[in-house]
């Protein structure tokens, strides 16, 4: 999850839910079955994110938990009153950092603070209101929405890709993997 869009309304009794599960995450060596998290793709890559993290937290972000980052071990990190412009949340961080946006109440305004970046993979959204679902639906720019779902679900006959810079021009899932194996052809036949 690259950010959590969360109203403010309901964000004081969101964020303690959040800091209690990171909590409960086992980090450490990949290798070891108990463990929940290992390590990010190497070490620079955990360094870059730790240091977005800081950043954030210069530009007001308030760190709620970090344990620590060892070498590529980085810690699931709860990072609550991001910037909605901090690097941490504008850039890809490909990491277990948990940053949490503070957004309007106003479903307008939090959709287009969701389409302020310049990625558009996927989303999820929770709410029990059909029409707030048809809204973010029709609304966010992004190639999935999810309604109480991660980010990241999807099941394989479903087209799965995103728009803006997280597209490449197509879309991944079964369906669309065997249009790439087939040709479309046009043809007529005469009227008479």
Request: net charge negative; charged share 20%; proline share 7%.
């Amino acid at each position: 999850v690259k950010r959590i869009l969360v109203q403010e309304s309901v964000a004081d009794r969101f964020v303690p839910l959040v800091l209690e599960r990171a909590k409960k995450i086992r980090f450490g060596d990949p290798m070891d079955r108990s463990t929940d998290l290992g390590t990010v793709v190497h070490e620079k890559a955990a360094a870059l994110f730790e240091a977005r993290v800081h950043m954030a937290a210069e530009q007001g972000a308030e760190i709620l938990y970090n344990p620590g980052r060892q070498g590529a071990l980085l810690p699931p990190i709860v990072v609550d009153r991001v910037p909605h412009t901090s690097e941490l949340v504008m850039e890809e961080t490909f990491g277990p950092i948990i940053p949490i946006v503070r957004a309007p109440d106003d479903d307008d305004a939090l959709i287009a603070l969701s389409n302020s970046t310049a990625f558009g993979l996927s989303s999820g959204v929770c709410t029990n209101s059909f029409p707030r679902m048809q809204k973010y639906i029709a609304g966010l720019q992004v190639g999935t929405v999810n309604i109480w779902e991660v980010p990241g679900y999807r099941i394989e006959m479903s087209p799965f890709g995103g728009i803006k810079d997280s597209g490449n021009g197509y879309k991944e899932g079964v369906i669309e993997a065997m249009k790439s194996y087939t040709n479309v052809k046009t043809f007529s036949l005469p009227w008479s």
